[in-house]
């Protein structure tokens, strides 16, 4: 699937990738993201692997999610207009925890600005990590 196939970008240029688990759907994902996101999308994506060489994967909800057993996820992202959000479901754990907070006491968010040359040492770290903790069934 390329961005050139019929797929529809909800609010924030976020694309609707229909469920679905494994591979196929997250590089489907990856795909369609727009513009400069899709460099992120994949590079987030390249580093997952990288870290967690058997991690699971699906698109649920419309965002990428990843886990370490089928439905139990410790990390998922979602495009935005101006940044990508990365979700550490329960990066308040994380050491030292990523920087943006949430209403929900455990996750912890990495907001990912086109200008932004994130630490990817630090991203590679944390999903080391967040793989080992226990996880969010969903």
């Given at each position: 699937?390329?961005?050139?196939n019929?797929?529809?970008?909800?609010s924030?240029?976020?694309?609707q990738?229909?469920?679905g688990y494994?591979n196929s759907p997250?590089?489907?994902?990856?795909?369609?993201m727009?513009?400069?996101?899709r460099?992120?999308?994949?590079?987030?994506?390249?580093?997952?692997?990288?870290?967690v060489?058997?991690?699971?994967k699906?698109?649920?909800?419309?965002s990428p999610f990843y886990g370490?057993?089928?439905d139990?996820?410790?990390?998922s992202y979602?495009?935005f207009?101006k940044y990508v959000?990365?979700t550490?479901?329960?990066g308040a754990?994380l050491?030292p925890?990523?920087?943006?907070?949430?209403?929900q006491?455990?996750?912890r968010y990495l907001?990912i600005?086109?200008?932004d040359d994130?630490?990817?040492?630090r991203?590679v770290?944390?999903?080391?990590?967040?793989?080992?903790?226990?996880?969010e069934?969903?």
């Open positions: 699937m390329s961005k050139d019929d797929v529809k970008l909800l924030g240029g976020n694309p990738i229909p469920k494994g997250v590089e489907n994902y990856i795909a369609a727009p513009d400069w996101k460099k992120i999308g994949r590079r987030l994506d390249d580093l997952i692997e990288k870290a060489p058997d991690v699971t699906a698109v649920k909800w419309n370490t057993q089928k139990v996820w410790f990390l979602h495009c207009t959000k990365v550490f479901f329960d754990s050491d925890p990523p920087p943006e907070s949430s209403k006491e455990k996750v907001n600005h086109e200008e994130f630490d990817e040492e991203f770290d944390w999903v080391r990590q967040a793989s080992k903790l226990p996880g069934k969903l």
